[in-house]
């Protein structure tokens, strides 16, 4: 976001991944904090009962709603790579999404952007086939809609080419490298845990548009959306001391879409 006088961030948040009436995260509490909801399209999390109760949560609070598709991986949580070749993986990618379009529409809501899930999301930063064949599969099922995915990857370049709208997006709680990939989480300092210090992050990024990377560099992010992560131990407070935050400086969370 570049500095302007009042300021705007969407919120978005992975959810819909509760399986069996095991949930993963808080759905309803993060539904009245967050402006975008990343639903899961039960490849990787997930049933059709519990998706679609947190489409009619995210059609109650005004939430807009993205397909959260994966490799079809659920022992994995959709956290591996699968050797998939294009073909087949455009073919998932297709499914995913008409399958959530369907319930999101008799739950009095519609999809409008899809965002990868887990190692797919990571993957077509790099991996031309698989990137190709996510676009071509968002494409043909809609022509129309977003796809949200990590600044600087093929998977952008091919998206716009396509004629997709991109949203850029960042992590709250996560680390950057200076070259502006994510920390590892094998790193011991990936992941930020202090909810003051990753509030004021984000209301930096919103109001400028940049991100201090771990070397103690400026990353250019001009992000468009930020992800909080609801599944990680104290995400709700989390969250809620970054709504607060950015209330508090007067920046308003607003679906980007």
């Known amino acids: ?22 949930p993963v995260a808080d759905d309803g509490a993060m539904m009245s904090l967050i402006s975008s909801a990343n639903v899961a399209c039960g490849f990787h999390a997930g ?7 947190t489409l009619a949560a995210a059609a109650k609070n005004g939430v807009t709603v993205g397909a959260h598709p994966a490799y079809r991986d659920p022992a994995g949580f959709g956290r591996r790579f699968m050797d998939y070749s294009a073909e087949e993986l455009k073919a998932e990618i297709m499914y995913q999404i008409g399958a959530i379009a369907t319930l ?20 077509i930063v790099h991996h031309e086939a698989h990137a190709t064949a996510v676009v071509e599969a968002v494409k043909a099922v809609d022509p129309h809609l977003a796809l949200m995915l990590l600044p600087g990857g093929v998977a952008v370049d091919i998206a716009k080419q ?6 850029i997006e960042a992590f709250a709680d996560r680390n ?36 201090t990377a771990v ?17 990680s131990p104290g995400a ?21 879409l």
Not at 179 to 187: A, C, I, K, N, Q
Request: net charge negative.
């Open 104 to 123: 999101a529409r008799v739950n009095g809501t519609e999809i409008k952007y899809v965002k990868p899930h887990g190692a797919l999301y990571n993957t």
């Open 215 to 231: 070397d103690g560099s400026t990353l250019q992010v001009d992000a468009d959306s930020v992800c909080v992560h609801g599944d």
């Open 236 to 256: 709700i407070d989390m969250t809620k001391r970054i709504v607060a935050t950015l209330k508090e400086k007067n920046i308003e969370v607003r679906s980007v």
């Open 47 to 53: 049933d059709p009962k519990d998706i679609s109760a």
């Open 162 to 167: 396509a004629g997709l709208r991109v949203i």
């Open 1 to 22: 976001m570049a500095e302007q006088d009042t300021p705007t961030i969407d919120l978005n948040a992975d959810l819909g991944e509760t399986t069996a009436g095991n």
């Open 176 to 211: 950057y490298n200076s070259d502006g990939t994510l920390v590892s989480r094998r790193e011991p300092n990936a992941v930020l845990h202090d909810p003051q210090e990753v509030a004021e992050r984000v209301a930096h990024l919103a109001r400028t548009g940049t991100l």
